[in-house]
């Protein structure tokens, strides 16, 4: 053999080797599949670089319409956790995704399967037994809670917490990033200086008991975020396209009069369009919302007959380029619902 013919074998040794050990450094991330890019985004900034987090969704479908792919058992065949929505929001292609991953690990029930709508705030649970007739309602509530930024906080400490259950000798760095996100997600919610001085959780705390601002009294100046933001628009009507703004919606005190669709998942026939035309014109209501994938017709053609103002938002991180991860995509959320009433003059 000469010289020539010899390096080329050394070079294949070489990345022999190295494509052999990769899968064995890889192998020491905790593999995480989500069902969407909301859960992907906390997941990762809890997880740091302990973990490899993988989305099913990109954010720019309709997640109640999401079919089960073939990429979509290959991910999660490899997956060490899997994370949901749940409340039904995956029905339609969840099972057969797992099936066909034939991973046991991420079965339901299991340590890798995780679904994180407990201990979430929940609206809209029905009081009574739902069926087909009143559309697509989930009979757990309304599984849209990812829109409340406190349920993402929420949301951050259950995965934090099942990530320590699976890679206990990294707990400690799960609880250092958790404590980073949430302190990260409440001066944007509340402004940096009170985070600072009165803590985050305090903060929440007061605002769900409705006193926030008895509390701080003189302080509330100190305000800032997406609460000082919103604030001059509490009460405010507005309508949307689907029942998918609701916790939006509720956090930041609006008030949704109207849906679009007659029923959730239904379109609105023209007969439809026409009560909502006469409701916004009685009601006078300036604002109308829709997530980026619906189409815009039915609104536009609301928005001819009235001057409302129809406002596309993306419903996750990855619907459109600027919303980069969970918090930036309450950034945009609250910017464009906020511009819409103060072009309004209101
Ligand atoms: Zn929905």
Redesign the pocket.
Known sequence: MTNIQRIPIILLITIAIALFSYPAMAAEKIKVVTTTTDLASIARYVGGDKVEVTSLATGREDP?HIAAKPTYMIAAREADLWIRIGMELEIGYEPLVLDGSRNEKIRIGSEGHLDTSSGVLRLEVPTQKVDRSMG?VHPQGN??YMLDPLNGRIVAKTIARRLAKLAPEHAAYFTERLKAFRKELDEHMFGKELVNKIGGGKLWEYQLKGRLETVLGKEKGALGGWYVKMNPHLGKKMITY???WSYFVHRFGLNATMQLEPK?GIPPSPGRLTEVIQHVKDQKIEVLIMANYFSRQACDLVAEQTGITVVELPMFPGAIPEATDYIALFDILVERVMSAYENKGG
Do not use: Q
């Open positions: 109640h697509d599984p849209h689907h029942r998918n959730p």
